[in-house]
């Protein structure tokens, strides 16, 4: 039960985050392209292999902080139902090119962000 609650807690944590953090970068940026989605995605990709890191090569962090910190609060920020929706939305609207972006930047970014995570962790 307890890992349960941490899993929990944790992506309750992480969906706040998301909502903050992805609303900030898309005000700022001020363009359609959802540059939000692909912020929380790529950080949360980056967190996620720097955390997995720590734990499965390292041994740094035990197990109740790997659920709550990979499964509960990079869970709860990443966004991949965001970023199906709005592909989904590029596609429907005839926006093609913004749609292949989108898969591109955000699987890109993702690969690359636990690739960049998991080397971190490694040095540290």
């Given at each position: 039960?307890?890992?349960?609650l941490l899993v929990g807690c944790g992506g309750f944590l ?75 939305s590029f596609l429907r609207e005839g926006s093609y090119f ?27």
């Amino acid at each position: 039960m307890l890992r349960v609650l941490l899993v929990g807690c944790g992506g309750f944590l992480g969906s706040v985050g998301r909502y903050l953090v992805g609303g900030w970068v898309q005000a700022f940026m001020a363009t359609s392209f959802p540059w939000g989605t692909l912020t929380v995605n790529s950080v949360g990709s980056l967190l996620l292999g720097l955390v997995l890191a720590l734990s499965l090569e390292r041994g740094w962090i035990g197990v109740e902080w790997r659920l709550f910190l990979a499964m509960g609060l990079c869970g709860g920020f990443t966004t991949m139902s965001a970023f199906g929706f709005e592909t989904y939305s590029f596609l429907r609207e005839g926006s093609y090119f913004l749609a292949a972006m989108n898969v591109a930047a955000n699987f890109v970014a993702a690969v690359v962000g636990v690739w960049i995570g998991d080397l971190l962790g490694r040095v540290i």
